[in-house]
C-alpha cells in the first residue's frame, strides 16, 4: 500500500470539503463534530539559503549565496557549496 | 493475499464467518448480506466476519451466534436456533489496518483531520470519533473492505461483567459492498444448534 498517494489524495478530499458538509457527513455516523479554525499552515520555517536572510530559524543552517549552490551531475540532489 | 502495485490498496480474498439466527441465516442464502447500519459498530456500516488470525474463526462466530440470542434489556432469548454462515470473500480495495501500512495511514489521516480543524464534540466519546473516522475515509476513498483485531465480549460473563480489556481477541472483516464482494453461491451455512446448549 502506498501511505503517501492515499494520504495526498484524502488531504485534497478533505480540504475540498466545506465545514458544513463535514459536520453532516459525521453526523450521519452519529457523530458529533465541531471545525476549529485550521492551526497554522502545517510548515515550520527552517530558514533560508539567500545571502543576507534575516529569516533563518535554524542556526545551524549554513547560509549560502544562491549562486554558489550547485546540482550533483550524478546523483541530480541540490548541494549546497561551501 | 495479491498486491497490486500499481494500486496503492490491497486486492483480498478470504472466507469469513458471521454468526446469526436461523431466520437470518435463511434469508442470508436466498437475498446475500444485507449490510448492518449504526452508529456502534466497529469499521462502520457493512456486513461482518470472522476471520482466521488470533483466534478460531468458526468459534467466534459460534459464541457471537449464542451472545447475540439473548436480549438483555427484555431479560429474553431473540431466538433459539443460531446459525454460523460461511461466506467467500473478495475484496478489491481492502484497508488493512492489522499491517504497519494500514495502521501508519489511519495516524497520518488522523494528523489531516486535526489540520482541518475536524475535533469530536464532548457528547462524541474517543472510540465512536476513530470508528466514524474509519468510516468516513472509506467512503471518501470509496474502500470495500476493512480489516481489525478488537476485542469483542464473546462470552455471558465478559457481558454480563462489562469487560473492557485493551487486547485484541479476535479478527473482523467488515464487508461494505457485498452484493459485488460476496459470490453468493458460495455462502453456505456451515453450524446450526441451540443457543441452550452451552
Known amino acids: 500500500m502506498n501511505v503517501e498517494a492515499l494520504v495526498q489524495k484524502f ?14 457527513e459525521f453526523a450521519g455516523m452519529g457523530c458529533d463534530v465541531k471545525i476549529a479554525p485550521p492551526s497554522g499552515d502545517g510548515w515550520t520555517k527552517i530558514g ?15 547560509r549560502t549565496p544562491v549562486s554558489s549552490m550547485s546540482y550533483a551531475a550524478d546523483s541530480n540532489e541540490l548541494a549546497l557549496a561551501a | 493475499m495479491l498486491k497490486d502495485e500499481s494500486n496503492p490498496l490491497v486486492r483480498y480474498s478470504t472466507e469469513g ?34 476471520e482466521a488470525g488470533i483466534s478460531d474463526a468458526l468459534e467466534n462466530a459460534k459464541d457471537w451466534g449464542i451472545v447475540e440470542s439473548w436480549d438483555n434489556t427484555k431479560r429474553k432469548y431473540k431466538y433459539e436456533i443460531y446459525c454460523v454462515v460461511k461466506a467467500v470473500i473478495e475484496l ?28 469530536r464534540s464532548d457528547s462524541c466519546s474517543g472510540r465512536k470519533f476513530d470508528n466514524s473516522v474509519v468510516e468516513f475515509t472509506a467512503n471518501q476513498m470509496k474502500f470495500d473492505g476493512l480489516k481489525c483485531c478488537f476485542f469483542i465480549k464473546l462470552d455471558k460473563n465478559s457481558r454480563k461483567n462489562r469487560v473492557l480489556p485493551g487486547i485484541p481477541n479476535v479478527t473482523v472483516i467488515c464487508v461494505r459492498d457485498p452484493e459485488r464482494c460476496i459470490p453468493i453461491d458460495k455462502v453456505k451455512v456451515v453450524v446450526e444448534g441451540s443457543v441452550n446448549r452451552r
Request: glycine share 8%; hydrophobic share 30%.
Open chain 1, 11 to 24: 488531504e485534497r478530499i478533505v480540504f475540498s470539503m466545506s465545514d458544513q458538509e463535514l459536520v453532516e
Open chain 1, 48 to 62: 533560508c539559503v539567500t545571502e543576507d536572510c534575516q529569516y533563518s530559524t535554524r542556526p545551524s543552517l549554513t
Open chain 2, 92 to 119: 478489491e480495495r481492502l484497508w488493512d489496518l492489522t499491517s504497519r501500512e494500514g495502521l501508519e495511514f489511519f495516524e497520518r489521516l488522523r494528523g489531516v483531520l486535526r489540520k482541518r480543524g475536524v475535533e
Open chain 2, 17 to 50: 464467518y458471521h454468526g446469526t439466527s436461523q431466520s437470518c441465516a435463511l434469508s442470508i442464502k436466498k437475498h446475500n448480506f444485507n449490510p448492518s447500519r449504526g452508529d456502534d459498530h466497529w469499521l462502520g456500516a457493512g456486513v461482518y466476519f470472522f
